[in-house]
């Protein structure tokens, strides 16, 4: 099996000897192939470019692989043979993120004019209401596996929630960073596991840059940023999502596929899913196309696609879509890249378009998003408009979180039809009998 393989490196290293996470037989640079074991470790010393995890993926009959995930867990655990995680990581205190449910959308599609198969791929039934618990559950893995004592991240709102949810249940102490500004319900969300939450006067790219000088102090010794230190390994969570939306399509690849994008991390390994499972022999191999989605106010990668060019130049977010709201998004290029690749595209909507979608889908298939929802069903909308999306195919939008952490971009603009005495006449007065 030639999916990332190395012939001869050892799951180990002499700072984390012994080290066992699976599949995953090493650290291997994004742009240059530069090769290390298994650590702690997210840029290349040869280029600094991203590190990757390689695996030595399961050989052989494609149909026994597929019997072994069908009888697994309803978890991501079901794919742990192609994940960098202990081969017993679902006896193991964890959240057991996944298998959320895909919705096929009827009416939504009619509403937007969809003729073929549409889904949502609906991500806030996670533990901690969003995309985040998978991600986190892999990193956790490698922060055990790595001795770390201290989880950590800087978020955007949900994964400080998420991480500080999987270090309660794990017994890590969690130490966790945001903006200061960020929705309440995502603040306390961060707040309740009983984790150190810590509020950064300033952007997410100020966290984030807060962050890497924490990493390489004193002060930050032995804690494991999943999305910074445990970046290669954390990032790997999302390719479960490719995973899940084929198997609940009766292991078949949808034709396109709307992402959204804030690093752009999600979008890369929804792809890099997609590239393993027609690799083992999973699913047919076809072409799928990739759509990545953005908020007006923070839309780098999107201005990036539709100028033309491979460099993603930062800007300062200003957006109602807080989750996606990162200005300096690590893997723009990448994203670019993929979108190209496979004839998606990447576009954007304004914060009065995704109000309206999150509307639209809570109306048409009760289904409440948070913010990030409203930006990819937008996206989906004004891509079928503008013609680069084709409704006539099997199209799956992602939902990646809970409008319950965001009632302050709806509740503006939603509230009771009427408020009356409790009495009949005063129901016909406000003409709703
Ligand atoms: C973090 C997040 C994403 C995607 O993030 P990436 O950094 O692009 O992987 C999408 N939706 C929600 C709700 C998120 O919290
Ligand atoms: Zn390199």
């Known amino acids: 099996m030639a999916v990332n393989t190395v012939a001869s490196t050892t799951a180990s290293d002499s700072t984390h000897p012994g080290v066992s996470l699976g599949p995953a037989v090493a650290l291997s640079c994004r742009e240059c192939g530069e090769r290390i074991p298994l650590g702690p470790h997210f840029a290349c010393t040869a280029c600094f470019g991203p590190l990757e995890i390689a695996y030595e993926l399961p050989e052989g009959d494609p149909e026994a692989l597929r019997a ?7 978890t991501i655990w ?30 939504l599609a009619a509403e937007l004019g969809v003729t073929g198969e549409l889904h949502v791929k609906d991500d806030s039934g996670n533990p901690t ?28 709102g949900n994964l400080a929630g998420a991480v500080g949810a999987a270090a309660a249940r794990a017994g890590l102490r969690s130490c966790v960073f945001i903006p200061h500004d960020l929705e309440q319900g995502k603040v306390v969300m961060a707040a309740v596991y009983g984790g150190d939450l810590v509020g ?46 084929c198997e609940q399509l009766g292991w078949r690849l949808p034709d396109q596929l709307v992402v959204p994008i804030a690093s752009g991390s999600q979008l890369t390994k929804i792809d890099k899913g997609l590239r393993e499972l027609i690799a083992l022999g999973l699913v047919e191999d076809r072409p799928y196309k990739i759509f990545g989605a953005q908020a007006e106010g923070c839309s780098p990668v999107s201005q990036a696609f539709k100028g033309g ?24 290029p990448y994203v670019l890249d993929i979108a190209r690749r496979t004839g998606g595209a990447v576009e954007d909507v304004t914060d009065a378009q995704v109000v309206d979608a999150i509307k639209l889908l809570a109306r048409t298939e009760g289904v409440f998003a948070e913010t990030a929802g409203g930006v990819t069903v937008g996206v989906t909308r004004k891509l079928i408009e503008n013609g680069l999306l084709d409704p006539t195919l099997t199209t799956v939008v992602l939902n990646t979180g809970d409008g ?6 709806v509740a503006p603009t939603t509230g009771p039809s009427a408020v009356i005495r409790p009495s009949l006449d005063a129901f016909r007065a406000a003409g709703l009998a």
């Open 404 to 409: 319950l952490k965001t009632l302050d971009a």
């Open 78 to 107: 079901r794919y742990a043979p192609l994940l960098p995680v202990p081969a017993d990581v679902a006896a193991k205190p964890n959240l057991n993120p996944g298998f959320t449910r895909l919705v096929r959308a009827d009416r």
């Open 309 to 332: 060019h491979d460099v993603v130049r930062p800007v300062r977010p200003d957006t109602i879509a807080k989750s996606l709201a990162i200005g300096n998004p690590a893997d723009g």
């Open 68 to 74: 072994r995930i069908e009888a697994g867990p309803d």
């Open 200 to 245: 950064i006067e300033g952007t997410y790219d100020d966290v984030n840059r807060f962050c890497s000088e924490l990493i390489g102090d004193p002060a930050g010794e032995g804690w494991g940023f999943v999305n910074v230190n445990l970046r290669p390994y954390y990032a790997e969570g999302s390719k479960t999502l490719a995973y899940e939306i």
């Open 129 to 156: 209401h969003s995309f985040k618990d998978r991600v986190v559950a892999i990193a956790v893995e490698a922060a055990r596996a790595f001795g770390f004592t201290t989880l950590s991240c800087s978020s955007t």
